[in-house]
């Protein structure tokens, strides 16, 4: 196990390999690998339905009335990753089970890694907008949850922090763009709206719709400037960076794109955002991973490279580019994943991962040492591995590029011969060089390790050796589900001599000189990494830190802790939005005038301002409650004059027992006296008068409008039959507002429960004194 490994929580009860559960056996992970297998199998068996074209759609309704639903959609595309997702994933929970055999957590993390490669077929698989949307959302999560598994460490709580905000703020974009598309395209389901890409690009909300959506893709897919978030990822188990790099939600966008281009591709807008995208991300992650030292560190950036290779073919928007971006994804699934668990592996092996450090591993792990010579080569795209026809597949769109072929052909050898010779960085030091001292001394990995990736290096070498086979199953149905077209794909190893191998050729030779002068290169761009943590993730340092100030103020001046504040802002607040209302709708009503009363309402009405009077100025406790049971009184009288008995006597037990409760906790506080100065009272007065007219203005409001309720008839009719009551008013309170009564009667307990406990309290310290 990794040295970081070996400092996670202690097992606590696990003393020795007899107490080990379930699931930390390695064993484990080959049972659990029987699920994708399964799943695999059953999507193999479609192949020959998808290849011919057709498309299997299952629909479950979720909630009709939004037009949502659980409706999935099989076609080539989808079957192509979801094969993928599947295959892959079933090699990593086996390769999980070797890597983090006797972890104390690993029970947690298959859940995780399951709970991962459901949301991924989930996004894949999903034909409605907004359920694609819920898996993509859920990718973010359990990626949250796997990159932080090691959650003891500071490093990788920041990575997963950093993860879910930089992608979950662009599925927030997405969401926006999603019920754009639906709205615009009248229709949530994928398989509608890809007929119908003339309307979706023909709307005038097309271009917002378009960054909406790229925003969402970009940042799920690490593309500038949201590539920081990837390579900081690497703080994650090396199953996850192996699963999460190869075939699950760094693609997710890669996915996006493809699914989306029928619908959003082929404008000019669509063209120019992608592709220049795509360009700077290759570019800029191909020369990040020069100067890096750590093998998953320059995975990491050569991933970020690679997708940007993918987003540049899809802005390109041809068949041919389509048909190079297919199998350059089916390529980067597999040298990708094999070489991040040959990381894994030697990490496991030799306790470091800094190639500085490794040195003549061939000797001491012969099967790992095979599978990384075949997945270098097929990084740097030599033949007779399926890396070598996914360059040639790239070089020759780039060359058929509708606009700036030259430069973006260009942008691309530059890339690739990084790529060469970064992955003979990784393969001819550590694997082939003179054996020195290492941290540990290795030996060949467990098969857990080592099966994976050689499984994955294989299968470049086969499909490098047979690629059309693999073309007509899997990338014709892609590529025609990309172009919304059905569409010929034929796929050879040799193309003859033409300027696309004399391109391929130049590009290997110049990484293996440039590899030849590594060092230059490296001290040349060292820099770069400098100038890295002033690029993006300083922004995000600055944006974070700025959000947490933020938060720290808004706390410390709306949770202050005072009762007093709270209802002052509680107070204002209703003032101002109610008062905005009243002016926004035109609802202020015109002043009235001196209503005619009789001489015991205006007395009933002297009696209440007197009291209101007095409670503001008593210089007591006993004479404010007093004054405000005047008042109470008061306004029951009221109800008794204007024929509401019923309320009356309510009124009556309420404004007693409220006196008496007054009373008896006024007894146990302490002496009245004034804490604030006269210019918070003044500002309290203010607030009261305006918190008053307020109050008053809405009154006249509601009591002006025409009064024509739909309820007074429904209660008079239903009251007796419905709920066998006479009195309307008590049948409203216990029938037809029953769940309300009794939340105010839970209120009114807890309140009860809170003023005893206090008096309790004070009681106790009253006996302790």
Not at 489 to 506: E, R
Not at 524 to 536: I, K, V
Request: charged share 10%; aromatic share 8%; proline share 5%.
């Amino acid at each position: 196990m990794p040295p970081h490994l070996d400092q996670a929580p202690p097992a606590g009860s696990l003393a020795g390999q007899s107490q080990r559960t379930l699931w930390q056996h390695p064993a484990t992970g080959w049972l659990l690998a029987i699920l994708p297998a399964g799943a695999l199998i059953y999507l193999l068996s479609l192949t020959g339905r998808v290849a011919a074209g057709e498309s299997v759609i299952l629909s479950l309704n979720w909630v009709p009335s939004l037009a949502v639903s659980f409706s999935f959609l099989l076609d080539g595309l989808s079957l192509l990753f979801a094969v993928l997702i599947t295959g892959i994933g079933a090699l990593i929970l086996i390769y999980a089970g070797g890597y983090l055999a006797g972890h104390t957590l690993l029970g947690r993390f298959y859940f995780y890694l399951l709970l991962f490669m459901a949301a991924m077929l989930g996004v894949v698989l999903a034909d409605n907008l907004i359920t694609l949307f819920v898996f993509w959302e859920l990718t973010s999560l359990s990626s949250y949850l796997l990159i932080g598994f090691d959650h003891h460490r500071e490093e990788a709580r920041k990575a997963a922090l950093q993860a879910l905000l930089v992608t979950g703020g662009g599925g927030l974009a997405l969401l926006a763009g999603l019920l754009l598309l639906g709205n615009i395209g009248g229709s949530f389901e994928l398989s509608e709206l890809l007929q119908r890409g003339d309307l979706v690009r023909g709307h005038t909300l097309y271009l917002p719709l378009l960054l909406l959506v790229l925003a969402g893709a970009f940042a799920k897919s690490a593309q500038v400037p949201f590539h920081f978030w990837l390579p900081n990822a690497m703080a994650a188990p090396a199953p996850v960076s192996a699963y999460l790099h190869s075939a699950t939600m760094v693609k997710a966008g890669v996915y996006l794109l493809a699914r989306l281009s029928p619908i959003l591709g082929g404008t000019e807008a669509w063209h120019y955002l992608v592709t220049l995208a795509g360009a700077a991300t290759m570019l800029i992650g191909a020369l990040l991973a020069f100067p890096q030292t750590d093998l998953k560190k320059i995975l990491a950036y050569t991933t970020v490279s690679t997708l940007g290779g993918l987003t540049l073919l899809l802005g390109l928007n041809t068949t041919l580019a389509a048909k190079a971006a297919m199998v350059f994804l089916i390529v980067h699934c597999f040298y990708k994943g094999a070489l991040f668990m040959i990381a894994g592996a030697v990490d496991h092996e030799t306790a470091t991962r800094d190639l500085r450090e490794l040195s003549g591993l061939r000797r001491f792990m012969p099967l790992t040492t095979l599978a990384a010579t075949l997945a270098a080569l097929s990084m740097a795209g030599l033949p007779p591995m399926l890396g070598f026809i996914s360059k040639e597949l790239l070089y020759e769109a780039k060359l058929e590029a509708p606009r700036a072929a030259f430069w973006i052909t260009s942008a691309g050898v530059l890339a690739n011969v990084l790529l060469v010779a970064i992955a003979a960085r990784l393969l001819l030091r550590p694997f082939f060089g003179r054996q020195t001292a290492m941290p540990q001394t290795p030996h060949e990995a467990p098969v857990t390790l080592w099966l994976g990736p050689v499984t994955l290096a294989i299968l470049g070498l086969i499909i490098g050796l047979a690629p059309d086979t693999t073309a007509q199953y899997f990338i014709v149905g892609a590529v025609s589900a990309v172009r919304a077209e059905a569409t010929e794909v034929k796929l050879a190893l040799w193309h003859g001599i033409n300027p696309v191998l004399a391109l391929s050729v130049l590009t290997v030779a110049s990484g293996l000189l440039l590899y030849s002068f590594r060092r230059l290169l490296q001290r040349a761009t060292q820099p770069l990494s400098g100038l890295a943590r002033l690029g993006p993730q300083q922004w995000y340092e600055w944006l974070l830190r700025g959000l947490n100030g933020l938060a720290q103020w808004q706390t410390r001046l709306l949770q202050s802790g005072y009762l007093r504040s709270y209802l002052l802002m509680i107070i204002l607040t209703t003032i101002g939005l109610t008062g905005y209302a009243l002016v926004s709708r035109a609802a202020l009503p015109p002043l009235p005038s001196l209503p005619v009363a009789q001489s015991y309402e205006w007395l009933i009405t002297a009696i209440m301002l007197a009291a209101a009077i007095a409670v503001v100025r008593a210089g007591s406790r006993l004479a404010a409650v007093a004054a405000l049971g005047v008042i109470g009184f008061s306004i029951a009288l009221l109800f008794v004059l204007y024929g509401a008995p019923d309320l009356a006597m309510t009124q009556f037990a309420i404004e007693t027992l409220s006196v008496i409760i007054f009373v008896l906790v006024l007894y146990k506080l302490p002496r009245f006296a004034k804490f604030s100065r006269p210019g918070a009272r003044l500002r309290d007065a203010l607030v009261a008068l305006a918190a008053g007219g307020m109050m008053t203005l809405l009154v006249l409001a509601v009591t002006a409008a025409p009064l024509c309720s739909r309820l007074t008839g429904f209660f008079a009719e239903n009251s007796l039959p419905a709920a066998n009551g006479r009195n309307i008013v008590n049948v409203i309170l216990v029938d037809f507002r029953g769940l309300d009564t009794l939340g105010e009667i839970t209120v009114l307990a807890v309140a009860a429960v809170g003023v005893y406990a206090l008096l309790k309290l004070r009681l106790v310290k009253d006996k302790e004194g």
